[in-house]
């Protein structure tokens, strides 16, 4: 441990301290060093006592003043009014597009009954905690690991995700709001599972784009949370552990997108990378 | 629609006892009533839509502030006329050694009237800091910078103000004794 010897007379030095000693911001033993010295020196006393009474004096100014009484009703008015609003146009339009294609399952299945009902049972029974495969990994990885935190190089993505996975970067960062970037790349393995993984981080929040082969496995129909526009196909989601999952696939693999964002902006995100992402995993050979 | 308007009942008792702490500081960095008032009322509307991210039981305060400073960084080039802080900090290091003492006589008006004097990149830090009393962390988070730059933008902005504070003192002709040493 470093303690500061603050020789007598040695003021300029002292001074540099003097704010953290006034916020009770250093070690025991500095403070012990700097009350040695002030008791030696009146001139940094005095200045210690000046610093004292400019905070004091900037806080009682700027606490003098108070929002206007009217700022407050303003405030709530515009909340009651965003709040009688209601939802926005695009979830009425995507609820309306979950109930068409519940009704449009129903209907498959009825017709599908009497020719798979053994294929269909099987499905369900694999796929019924299939959205935690994405979730797992972006707990594991890039909470719990630490990986939202790093900032890889493209070069460092290229050799971690291999050339054949590496072109996954590009489709995302053409396809993310501009506040987004890819800042991890790469493959990683958790509970036994193989995943590539990119880590797209805001100023607010990181989220994760997980891929990984089926095993057998595939959504179940009474996930499905959105319907892509461009292709028709299903988005299937769920909330766990306080996070947000959406997930896609195609033939040979699963998708996630895993987020503390909302359930409609997570999703969304999901809506934006899935067309690409599907077209992208569809031409990979497994 | 009863669970939205459950949410906003939750959302104002949450956030709007600290009306005031908000209201201050952007007044003290726009140092205009109506902007002030402005930029709060939008801040809170932002935090209303995104009331569904803050998680419970965290600093809801530093989170207003957060998005406070978020809406004041849109709005900023319309009403700063900043210098860039590197030559800024050149100016600071160059000027001040001498540490003035600054006189009881001085009125609030004169304090904020020298707040306002100082850099809005180093006044901001001192006002959550010294102010609103913020961690180092909560206003490194608020401001989104780095915290050694928070550490350092507040030493100057403390030495600035009080600087600031002796040129009004002498102005008056208050601390005129005092010599010019070193600190």
Known sequence: MNVINFEQHNCKKLRAYLDSYLNNELLVETTHEVLRHLENCPECSEALENRRRVKQRLKTAVMKESAPPALEEKIRKSIRKDTARGWPVWML???????????????LRLRDRSTSTRTDAVAVSAGGRILE?????????????????????????????????????????????????????????????????????????????????????????????????????????????????????????????????????????????????????????? | MFGRSAKAEEF??????????????????????????????????????????????????????????????????????????NDEDERIEETISYEPPVSPTLSDEDVLAAVEKIPPHYREVVLLADVEELSYKEAAAALDIPLGTVMSRLNRGRKLLRQELAEFASGYGINQKEGGRGA
Not at chain 1, 93 to 106: C, D, E, F, K, T
Not at chain 2, 49 to 61: D, E, I, L, V
């Open chain 1, 93 to 107: 339009v995507a609820a309306a597009a979950v109930i068409l294609i519940a009704v449009g399952i129903i209907g």
């Open chain 2, 12 to 85: 104002e008792s949450a956030a709007l006892p600290y009306l005031n702490d908000l209201f201050r500081t952007a007044l003290r960095l726009t140092r205009d009533r109506g902007e002030a008032e402005d930029l709060v009322q939008e801040a809170y509307l932002q935090a209303w839509k995104s009331f569904h991210r803050f998680a419970p039981g965290t600093n809801c305060r530093a989170w207003l502030f957060k998005i406070l400073f978020h809406v004041i960084q849109h709005h900023r080039r319309k009403w700063f006329k900043m210098r860039l802080v």
């Open chain 1, 133 to 286: 495969v994405g979730l797992k990994d972006h707990v594991h990885c890039a909470l719990d690991s630490g990986f939202a935190n790093r900032v890889f190089t493209e070069a460092e993505m290229r050799e971690k995700l291999g050339p054949e996975f590496f072109g996954l970067v590009g489709l995302v960062k053409e396809k993310i709001p501009g506040n987004y970037q890819v800042v991890v790349g790469h493959r990683c393995k958790a509970n036994g599972r193989q995943y590539v993984h990119l880590i797209l981080k805001s100023p607010q929040t990181a989220l994760s784009l997980v891929v990984t082969q089926k095993n057998g496995e595939s959504f179940t129909q009474n996930q499905v949370a959105a319907i892509l526009e461009s292709s028709g196909g299903p988005i299937f989601g769920a909330h766990m552990d306080n996070l947000e999952v959406a997930g896609f696939e195609t033939r040979d693999y699963l998708a996630f997108v895993v987020s503390d964002l909302s359930r409609e902006d997570n999703l969304q995100m999901a809506a934006a990378l899935a067309p690409q992402v599907q077209t992208f995993l569809s031409k990979l050979s497994v």
